[in-house]
């Protein structure tokens, strides 16, 4: 089946940095979903991205869609301690409209 | 608040007993889906429904499993005889029929015992 490879793991910023992780697939995807969880809570969906090359704002966060269709990234800039989570990124399989996930790239931030 | 709501938040029960979970969609969304989490790892799909028909099924989702979405609204998930590898967060999503981004719920946290 499909599989999601996100990167870095975990990461620890302090507070107003920029972060960078991205997410590939071993298969070609048509959307790029990206959420942030917090403990005990279920995911936010943070920004969705629907071509190849698009590059998506939502605030301080800025996604693109990887040209080859196999990957994404997605970056926040000037971290604040709210960034606090789990971010993943997902994407509906072949043929199918259930989402796969990523296994997530823990934020932590410095104040 | 007009999100995806599910109930109960939390449920603790013990091995072998039933358990039900209820998730009422955005209103407006034709698309139920059913997840499951575990510790460290994203959502793993279980099953989808398109108003009341459930038209996909995980292989994770095993005979104890049942999900039902009369009328097409909300949705119920029952686990029957419940075992220790079921403790979970179960989520619940809805999106309109022809986008893929889909809302999820707080999610019901269950542990057996």
């Known amino acids: 089946g499909q599989q999601l490879n996100q990167s870095p793991q975990s990461m620890f910023i302090q507070e107003g940095e920029d972060v960078s992780m991205n997410c590939t697939s071993s298969s070609i995807f048509n959307t790029w979903l990206w959420y942030k969880q917090d403990p005990g809570e279920g995911p936010v969906l943070l920004i969705a991205l629907y071509k190849a090359g698009e590059l998506t704002s939502n605030g301080r966060l800025t996604a693109q869609f990887g040209i080859t269709r196999k990957d994404s990234f997605l970056n926040i800039s000037a971290s604040i301690p709210s960034d606090v989570g789990i971010y993943f990124c997902?994407?509906?399989?072949?043929?199918?409209?259930?989402?796969?996930f990523g296994k997530g790239t823990k934020l932590s931030v410095i104040p | 608040d007009t999100g995806v709501s599910q109930d109960p938040r939390h449920k603790i029960t013990k091995r072998g007993q039933n358990v039900t979970f209820r998730c009422d969609p955005i209103?407006?969304?034709?698309?139920l889906y059913w997840y499951r989490q575990t510790l460290g790892q994203g959502p793993e799909f279980l099953t989808y429904?398109?108003?009341?028909?459930?038209?996909?099924k995980s292989r994770l989702l095993s005979d104890r499993f049942s999900a039902e979405r009369p009328k097409g609204s909300f949705s119920t998930l029952e686990i029957q005889r419940t075992e220790q590898g079921d403790s979970a967060m179960y989520l619940c999503?809805?999106?309109?029929?022809?986008?893929?981004?889909?809302?999820f719920g707080q999610g019901t946290r269950l542990t057996v015992v």
């Open positions: 999503a809805s999106s309109l029929e022809v986008e893929s981004e889909a809302f």
């Open positions: 209103s407006e969304h034709n698309r």
């Open positions: 997902a994407g509906p399989g072949a043929g199918s409209y259930q989402l796969t």
């Open positions: 429904f398109q108003n009341e028909a459930q038209l996909e």
